[in-house]
Structure formats: C-alpha cells, structure tokens
C-alpha cells in the first residue's frame, strides 16, 4: 500500500498492510527561522523575509518528510496571523470590531500557500499532506494577549463582530489550503475545561468551530484535534465532520476506545507527547503496544496527541516508525 491508499484505508476502518503512524513538530526554533516571525501575531513583513520563509518551511517540511516517512504529514502552519500596523493587538473590546479582512491568497496566509505549493511539488503524489489550521479561539487569545474571554465579558457584542471576521478568515484560507492539500487538520483549542467553561466554549465557540468544518467537508482527509489536556468537552462533537479525529489520549479524561466509541471516526493518537521525549524505545513501543489493545489496527492511526518538542532525539522517531512498520497483517 502506498502512504495514501493507507491513510484511506484507515478512514474507511478497513485493513492496511500494516499500522500507518504520523508525528509532528514546530520549527519555529530552527535556527533558519525568521525572528521576525517568532510571535503568534505580527503586522506584515519585509518581502525578505517572506521568502525565507517559504523556502525554509517547505525545505524543513520535505525533509522532516525524507527522514522518517509518516503516511499523513500534518504541515505546520508556523507563520503568525496577520495584523495591521494600525492595529498589532487589541487592547480593548471595542478593537475587535477593527480586525480586518484577510485575502487567503496575500500577505501571510498567501506566503503559507506558496509554501504548501512549493512542499507539494517536492513530494511524491503518493504522500497525503494536510494543513494545520489553528481555530478561532486560539488566535483570538493570542491577539488579545490573553484578554479574549475578559474581553467578552466587557462587550460581547463587540468581539463576536471581531470573532465572526476571523473566523471568516480562516474559512477563506482553509477553502484555499484544500486546493493543494487533502485536507485539514483543524486545532480546535477552547474545548476543555483548562480553557473555558464549557457553556461558554459551546455558546460562544463550538458554532464557529463547527461552521469551518462544515465549510470544508468535501475535502478527504480532514483531522479534528481537540486540544486539551485533563477535562475536554468531547461528547460536543459525537460524529464529528471530520474523517480522523485526534486528542492527547495519554492526558484526559477520555481514551481511546472511549474516543472510537463516542466519535465514530478513525482515531489518531496513542502516544504522550509531554512525556515522550524522556521515554527510551522499549517505552515507545510500550505505549503503541497498549493502544493497539484498546482498539486495534482498524481505523486507527499511531502518532502523539499533540506536537512534540522540537529537540527530541530522531531515534525516538524512527522507533515509532520502527512499531508502526511491524505491524504487519
């Protein structure tokens, strides 16, 4: 089987020649890497430095790719969301109601796509790529600098104008991303009691979340990941409109023969990815071993619940492709 024909397969919950695993990192500590684009947020660039981008992200990507082949390569989307120079941060609630529209095909979203493009034509066709699009509420928080939900108190009407714009953003750039991508793996931050009561992630933020996958649906490959460690509102998303849904299993209240059950979907996950870095390979295959007991090889994907850090040692890496490439029907 090919990588693609695997992840497929997978979704189908039909069998695979063998466990078809992923794992991600971010590269925004690369020494290549942009100062400039280090923040979450940031106004627009020098045209310079754009193109470092582009060029380092899509040459990091493919060769993260090269070095230990995942069926399903989750691209990280490192580039920070755009604001103006008129407006860096929202200071106040009455901002929100100045966050501009963003084209998905300009400024930073546009140089992620050139990117993506340029990635696509470095892989094989056989490898599915999927692009990772942070939701709502995650950039919300991080150009409010934390002040979101304070904010919402103050005037809701106000920053639910503002909300509505970036959401709209993201559905524009996302819908651009599937013209090169097999899908979406959309990071859905808020559902979790470590963010949010959940009467406010499902007043507030669940109808957003779930308008942009429903504005994506057609794409094959789409990943919800909830977001979330401890408590996470997970029974909101009973038969997800996603085809793979992802969790830190190891690190909530819900596992993953109890994530297969409520969703319904291929499940991706199995692996701590807080504590993996410390493991030595005999823990690695430990942890894929207890997995694979709790909902075996059907319509299940081996990878971390969550990025790993970007310093692990390779060797932990290849010993979960090592697991993965046992599993053999």
């Known amino acids: ?33 942009p100062p400039q684009l280090h923040p979450d947020y940031h106004p627009p660039v020098h045209e310079q430095v754009i193109k470092t981008y582009i060029e380092g992200m899509s040459h990091a990507e493919y060769e993260f790719w090269f070095r230990y082949r995942p069926d399903l390569l989750k691209v990280m989307h490192d580039i920070p969301y755009e604001m103006t120079p008129e407006l860096p941060r929202l200071k106040q609630p009455a901002d929100w109601r100045r966050l501009p529209t963003l084209e998905p095909y300009q400024g930073h ?26 939701n ?7 150009i409010s600098d934390g002040q979101l939900l304070h904010h919402l108190e103050q005037d809701a009407e106000a920053v639910q104008a503002g909300l509505q714009t ?18 979406i793996y959309y ?39 909830l977001h979330g460690y401890g408590e996470i509102y997970a029974d909101l998303w009973e038969e997800p409109p996603a085809a793979i849904v992802c969790w830190s299993d190891r690190a909530c209240t819900l596992n993953l023969a109890q994530g ?12 701590n990815e807080l504590e993996l870095a410390r493991y030595r390979r005999e823990q690695v295959f430990q942890q894929a071993h207890e997995a694979l007991d709790q909902v075996g090889r059907i319509g299940f994907i081996l990878a971390p619940g969550c990025a790993l850090p970007t310093d692990i040692d390779p060797t932990l890496l290849l010993a979960i492709r090592e697991f993965a490439e046992g599993q053999r029907a």
């Open 187 to 225: 990071a859905v931050s808020g559902a979790s009691l470590d963010a949010m009561p959940r009467e406010l992630y499902e007043r507030y933020f669940l109808p957003l979340d779930r308008a942009l996958l429903n504005a994506v649906s057609h794409a094959p490959m789409n990943v919800l990941h």
């Open 166 to 183: 970036i959401h709209q953003n993201l559905v524009a750039y996302a819908q651009a991303a599937l013209g090169i991508c097999d899908g």
């Open 136 to 142: 709502t509420f995650y950039y919300g928080v991080r």
């Open 109 to 134: 979203f546009g140089a992620h796509l050139q990117m993506l493009q340029r990635l696509r034509a470095l892989l094989p066709p056989e490898v599915p790529i999927i692009e990772t699009v942070f």
């Open 1 to 33: 089987m090919t990588p693609r024909e695997r992840i497929q397969a997978a979704i189908a919950r039909e069998p695979t020649d063998r466990l078809p695993f992923s794992f991600w990192y971010h590269f925004r500590t690369e020494p290549w890497f």
């Open 260 to 271: 297969r059950q409520l969703f319904r979907r291929c499940v991706m996950g199995g692996l």
